[in-house]
């Protein structure tokens, strides 16, 4: 990946809703704000761009199900597709420091550059135990790579600013 950042989310009750048929994932109800957020990320409007992956705990869903229901949703052309990982397909899930670390390998970045962002504290303590930084919602993340990853306009330049140059 060429990116410096990566950003997964969870999908239920981060990203959106499901909707169930029995015990089959029929649909998701995608939150407002979400195409916005992780459109943002991947632009680069906040921060660096970002690489924004999916780790979600799927039950016996098939990676054809996932498809479909991601392409229906509208989230399959928000992310990167090579960095969505679901438990179904991975044979782990989100309570194993595993599931994080395949994550970070994928997006091929230490975890100091990978960001979790879902509802759940353990999820999230189990990400931060691999080293990543968490976030419990869409909007927050975004606040939180804007103040943790920005580039500095003397990043851009090269040049100090007059400021950095009276301090020396």
């Known amino acids: ?47 660096p761009p970002a690489a924004v992956g999916l780790i979600s705990n799927t039950g016996n869903e098939t990676a054809v199900t996932m498809k479909n229901v991601l392409g229906a949703a509208g989230l399959l052309a928000l992310v990167d597709t090579e960095l969505c990982l679901f438990s179904s397909i991975e044979g782990v899930d989100k309570t194993q420091p595993e599931m994080f670390e395949r994550a970070r390998d994928r997006a091929a970045l230490p975890a100091s550059k990978c960001v979790f962002v879902g509802e759940d504290a353990q999820e999230r303590r189990t990400a931060a135990s691999v080293g990543f930084l968490v976030s419990p919602h869409p909007l927050h993340a975004l606040h939180m790579v804007a103040a943790d990853f920005a580039v500095h306009p003397t990043e851009l330049t090269g040049r100090k600013d007059r400021h950095a140059r009276n301090a020396n």
């Open 1 to 47: 990946m060429s990116q410096k950042l990566a950003v997964f989310f969870d999908i239920g009750d981060t990203l959106a809703s499901a909707v169930m048929d029995g015990t089959r994932l029929s649909r998701l109800d995608v939150y407002p704000f979400v195409s916005e957020v992780l459109t943002r990320l991947r632009a680069g409007d906040v921060a």
